[in-house]
Each structure stands twice: as C-alpha cells, then as structure tokens.
C-alpha cells in the first residue's frame, strides 16, 4: 500500500535559519504530492502541492519539488520566521473510483525561536 | 467562496456517552466527504469517505460510525464512546480535483 515517511521532530530554529522537512513515499501509479500546515489548536491548510515529476510547488516562501527518481517531495523554505512555528504534514494522494484518498506522514514540528 | 465549518469545537465525554460531531460545507455541490483522527502524537488516519448522500466507506473497523442526511452535511457518531476515542477530529471536502480542505476540528477528550 501508500506510505509516506517524514522526518521526525521536532525541528527547532532560530529566525531566518534554512529549512527542510524531508519526506519520502512509497505509492503505486503516479500520485500528486502534497504538504499541509497545521498552526496551534487549528485544522490542516494546504500549502503547497506538485501534480507530476520535477514540478515544484511552492507558496509563503516554502518550495518542494517531487523527484520521481529518489520518491521524494522535501520541504525548504530560505529563511524561516517565528510565524512559521507549527506541524508540518507531507501527503500523497491516491485516486479510487470517484474519490482521492490521502495518505499523511506522521508530522513534522517546527518550532522557530526568535 | 467555499467554507467548512465544525461543530462543536470542544468537547469532553464520559465513557459510554454517545457522540455526535457535524460538518457542513458552503459554496460547492457534490462534494466528496472524509472524517479523519487525529491521535495526539500521531499523522492523520483516515476514518470515514462519502461521495454522495447516503453513500459511506469505512476505512478502519471501530466504534465510531459516520452519516450524510444531506448533500453538505456529514456526521460522526457513537453510540458509546472509548477513552481510545479521544482526538482531534477533523473534516475535510474535495471536489473533483484531489485537494482536500480541512475544516477546523473538534477536539475530544473521553473520560
């Protein structure tokens, strides 16, 4: 079946610092790849996604590109701000009849220090 | 614009108590419905999927049970809940494009 493998946190920074989520999955066909933020007490938001191989979502200045050859989708972002502070869920999704399943890491916390 | 809306937000339940959660969606028809946990610690585990009125799929045998009355409502119920049932629930609506948006959870604790 689909799996999706994060790193572990939590992941703790100091403003403006350079970050990565890593994220790797295992899927049959050709799943769309996605990452979802989940800020303090609040539901999942979409951050970014990517369709197909070598596209690259990004958004908020978070980019990830899906690399078809290594499994992977790694979440960056260039300068990290104390705003940035929640979990972080990478995701594939799964296409059955007329509906698409989700398949979740277990989360990332980031927690950026001023 | 498309909303989704949770209620209630908080909730603490005696065991044994029956459970009923609500989601509803605005400004979308037809959409595909998911109820997901979300265990303290732990990813997302998907729980329940709808793709119409009356149509549920269970993804994990447990004791919970899910309905959808209508075609924007979806609801998560119990006829007697577990300590294991505590979590933040959350709702979630796709169309036909495989993003799925989340509403804004319930947390529940089981006494």
């Known amino acids: 079946g689909n799996s999706v493998t994060q790193m572990e946190g939590p992941v703790t920074l100091s403003e403006e610092a350079f970050l990565t989520i890593n994220c790797t999955y295992t899927?049959?066909?050709?799943?769309?790849l996605f990452w979802y933020v989940q800020y303090p007490g609040e539901g999942l938001q979409l951050l970014l996604k990517?369709?197909?191989?070598?596209d690259k979502g990004s958004n908020k200045g978070f980019e990830a590109t899906y690399r078809k050859e290594t499994t992977s989708f790694h979440l960056e972002k260039g300068s990290v701000q104390v705003s940035d502070s929640a979990v972080y869920f990478c995701?594939?999704?799964?296409?059955?009849?007329?509906?698409?399943?989700?398949?979740f890491g277990k989360g990332t916390l980031l927690t950026v220090n001023p | 614009s498309q909303t989704i809306h949770q209620w209630p937000a908080t909730l603490v339940q005696p065991v044994g108590s029956p459970l009923s959660l609500e989601c509803t969606v605005e400004?979308?028809?037809?959409?595909?419905l998911y109820w997901y946990r979300q265990a303290a610690g732990r990813g997302l585990q998907l729980l329940f999927y709808?793709?119409?009125?009356?149509?549920i799929s269970s993804e994990v045998p447990q004791n919970l049970s899910a309905s959808r009355p209508q075609d924007r409502q979806f609801i998560l119920s119990s006829k007697k809940l577990l300590l294991s049932d505590s979590g933040f629930y959350l709702c979630?609506?796709?169309?036909?494009?495989?993003?799925?948006?989340f509403g804004p959870g319930t947390r529940l604790l089981v006494l």
């Open positions: 990517a369709t197909k191989a070598d």
């Open positions: 979630a609506w796709g169309g036909s494009q495989e993003t799925q948006y």
């Open positions: 899927a049959t066909g050709y799943p769309s």
């Open positions: 709808s793709v119409g009125i009356g149509q």
């Open positions: 400004g979308t028809s037809n959409p595909n």
């Open positions: 995701a594939l999704s799964d296409r059955g009849g007329s509906n698409y399943k989700l398949t």
